[in-house]
């Protein structure tokens, strides 16, 4: 078969005239090769090419695929998910090759979210070290590892923007600003595809989920999303489109409604927006079950939203086999046509082509490269670098950290001594065993430099029932057989004996991720009860935060000494937590989300409309836009990070006050650091609109630069201001740059910062 493929291809070759471009000239053999097979198939085995299916493994909706092999052998599957291994995948590839009549092999995919095997922090905690190369690194050496394990195709990046950290998904995308959610769209892309899939550690990325998944009601998952087209397409969609203008292969529809269409079925989202207005050319796939989950959204039965979803312009149904089991009734009633069957079948089988997979089915099934490629020291030391570059520095009084050598520490909490958790939600191929608990990084980074005692102190919940959800991938939550009292005596007994106390609290892997909303994001009782028992020690406290989201951790900051925001780190959390709070590295990780003081706040984010009754401060006059009971601000903004040393920035200054449409501004700041440790700064540039046709945020990034400054040392760090930075959607969603007052905002995070003003001119 193979070679009656290739003899397809190369004859259409001759065809092609000399002066085409590479390009044309690729995409007419591919055509020529897609055509000729088509012509060969029949009407089942085209849908059959459009079905996704899991024989287990990752499942995160009420089925999995049954009698998997046989559907293989019967044309009736183009894609599979949820096997890992060059051995089993070959196994899987060589059903398709050489037991089903036409020999089309499978694309083979899964959930590789940050990292493979080698895990990396959550990708929230990606995003927070600002370091796009870093981030393109990581999904490179994600897309290394996963084609070393057999598969082609990851379902990532997620570039969900997000406002509300009660939904649980927040770990898995880049926080709430648009400006920075793109250019980490832009980079994961980059890192997963890399020029292209000549080269064999590369993968077929997904961007999803498409879209607005991310504003779903009351931040509970799956939930009704609604917003105006304005909000849409200047803050939620661009991410999407940045990973479609960077080349993503394919993209992934989101359960929720947009518009009051489920995205599944919404046409206008799935082709006039990403097909005509935005160029895209790869295949669509549901998510899991997706067109089956429109029954219960209301549309109709599987018939019928499996035909909305086909003619919406979805390729490839996830495991629901609403297109395998009803589409060809459809086409004979005359509710689809065969030509919407056979876009979607070539789109797909074009992937299979630009991945190689009809040169070389077993392309990805190199054992070599299985046994040499993953989990290597390389990976390990970038996991452990990534996340000390991830880790946010919340509060540090007294420079409490860096901790000192010669002394004491209580390393105290559920999580200070725990594998399980190390490694966040959807890890999915990541050894828990294989991760380095915070008190072995501790021993292993302080060597003989510090005396280190340990006690658990608590529980990471009490609540058992809770547990049982949380640990439906695992035991995450373990009850102890102690009283949390007994638990808590011995904790206090330890921290009397230390010069400084280390908890490491906060939530397990799975309280985020997928179906893991919750409406009270602060920590669990236990933690808070073990907190406040240490807090009476009068020892120094250090919160060491283990978490998936923003969370309220008002007490938290009125009383511990020091907080390290370290995410779920990876593979490598304890070596690199320890090398942060050691001061082997100064912590320079900057919040992508604003950490609400209460769930009341929520949705909080730093790009917020003024109001005609702005609020002025607690305290300050009865109607404003304000609570009775809590200021407005968040408790940390989006943006803030603090270091070991400190940065004292200039006021800025313009190289104009007044700009024209074809002309540029340089903003300028000086930044000393002016603590005693070397350190990197991210200087964040916002811009206001102070005047426009339709309302806009009270400020907006703009642009950022990360200078690295030795302890005394100054630089000049400019920001070039162009008409592209100025422009929104207006009312008739044109995006436009209206002549008017603008201030430029320059600091250290979206609050602490300095202003100056300028004109837009004619
Ligand atoms: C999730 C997706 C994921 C898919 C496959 C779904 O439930 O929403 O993000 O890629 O499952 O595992």
């Not at 195709?153 to 950290?165: E, F």
């Not at 979607?344 to 490269?369: H, I, M, S, T």
């Not at 640990?471 to 009283?483: L, M, P, T, V």
């Not at 422009?727 to 979206?750: C, H, M, Q, W």
Request: proline fraction near 4%.
């Amino acid at each position: 078969m193979k070679k009656l493929l290739m003899i397809g291809a190369c004859s259409i070759a001759m065809h092609v005239s000399q002066g085409q471009t590479k390009t044309n000239t690729q995409d007419a053999k591919m055509n020529a090769f897609v055509n000729s097979l088509m012509q060969k198939m029949t009407v089942e085995e085209k849908i059959g090419q459009l079905n996704l299916v899991t024989p287990g493994g990752t499942v995160t909706g009420s089925v999995v695929s049954k009698d998997v092999d046989n559907k293989i052998r019967n044309g009736q599957v183009g894609s599979l998910f949820g096997i890992t291994g060059p051995d089993k995948i070959r196994k899987a590839q060589e059903i398709a090759v050489n037991n089903s009549r036409l020999h089309i092999p499978l694309i083979f995919g899964l959930d590789v979210i940050h990292g493979h095997r080698t895990i990396f922090p959550i990708p929230l905690g990606l995003s927070c070290s600002w370091n796009m190369d870093m981030i393109e690194k990581s999904a490179s050496i994600a897309a290394s590892e996963a084609t070393a394990d057999g598969l082609s195709w990851v379902y990532s990046p997620m570039v969900d923007i997000a406002r509300d950290p009660r939904w649980g998904r927040v770990s898995e995308g880049s926080g709430e600003d648009t400006y920075l959610g793109c250019k980490v769209a832009t980079a994961m892309v980059k890192g997963y595809q890399g020029n292209g899939y000549s080269d064999p550690t590369k993968v077929m990325a997904c961007v999803k989920h498409f879209a607005l998944y991310g504003a779903a009601e009351a931040g509970r998952d799956y939930n009704t999303t609604d917003m105006s087209r304005i909000k849409m397409y200047e803050y939620y969609l661009p991410p999407y489109k940045a990973a479609v203008d960077a080349g993503v292969s394919s993209v992934m529809s989101s359960f929720n409604e947009v518009d009051g269409v489920p995205a599944t079925a919404n046409k206008w989202l799935m082709t006039d927006l990403l097909r005509k207005q935005w160029g895209f050319k790869g295949f669509v796939v549901t998510d899991y079950t997706a067109i089956n989950e429109m029954i219960d959204h209301g549309l109709g039965d599987l018939q019928r939203v499996s035909a909305e979803a086909l003619k919406a312009g979805i390729d490839m149904d996830m495991v629901g086999e609403g297109f395998l089991t009803t589409l060809q009734k459809s086409l004979k009633e005359g509710k689809v046509t065969i030509a919407q069957i056979n876009e979607a079948c070539k789109r797909v089988l074009e992937a299979k082509y630009k991945l190689g997979l009809f040169d070389d089915p077993y392309r990805y099934c190199n054992e070599q490269r299985f046994n040499s490629a993953i989990l290597t020291d390389a990976n390990r030391a970038a996991a452990r670098e990534f996340a000390t570059k991830s880790m946010v520095l919340l509060k540090n009084n007294n420079n409490v950290l860096p901790l000192q050598k010669g002394k004491t520490i209580a390393l105290i909490g559920p999580l200070a001594d725990n594998k399980r958790n190390m490694l966040g939600t959807w890890s999915v191929s990541g050894d828990p065993e294989k991760s380095i608990p915070v008190l072995q990084g501790l021993k292993n980074v302080a060597g003989n430099d510090a005396n280190i005692l340990y006690a658990r102190g608590c529980n990471i919940s009490d609540d058992t029932m809770f547990a049982k959800k949380v640990n439906a991938f695992g035991k995450e939550i373990e009850i102890d057989a102690r009283s949390l009292q007994q638990m808590i005596d011995e904790a206090i007994a330890t921290a009397n004996k230390a010069d400084v106390v280390v908890t490491v609290l906060g939530e397990a892997a799975d309280m985020t991720g997928e179906a893991s909303s919750m409406s009270d994001i602060g920590l669990q009782k236990s933690q808070k009860r073990l907190l406040e028992e240490l807090k009476k020690t009068g020892k120094p406290i250090v919160i060491v935060l283990l978490n998936g989201r923003p969370m309220t951790l008002t007490w938290e900051d009125q009383n511990a000494d020091a907080i390290l925001d370290a995410w779920f780190s990876g593979t490598e959390a304890g070596n690199a937590i320890a090398d942060v709070l050691f001061g082997n590295y100064n912590p320079s990780g900057k919040l992508t989300m604003s950490f609400p003081r209460n769930v009341g706040q929520i949705p909080i984010y730093y790009n917020h409309k003024n109001t005609g009754r702005p609020y002025s401060g607690v305290g300050t006059g009865k109607f404003r836009s304000n609570y009775l009971d809590v200021s407005n601000d968040p408790l940390y903004p989006f943006g803030y990070g603090l270091s070991y040393t400190s940065f004292t920035y200039s006021n800025v200054t313009l190289s104009s006050p007044a700009m024209k449409q074809d002309q540029k501004i340089t903003a300028s700041v000086t930044v000393t650091n002016s603590g005693k440790f070397d350190g990197t700064e991210t200087v964040q540039l916002y811009i206001r609109d102070l005047v426009g046709t339709i309302t806009r945020p009270v400020k907006e990034l703009k642009g950022y630069q990360q200078v690295t400054l030795k302890a005394g040392e100054s630089k000049k760090v400019d920001f070039t201001i162009s008409v592209e930075d100025l422009k929104f959607y207006n009312s008739d969603l044109k995006r436009v740059a209206e002549p008017g007052d603008f201030k430029v905002f320059i600091g250290t995070n979206s609050r602490d910062v300095k202003d100056a003003s300028f004109k837009l001119v004619q």
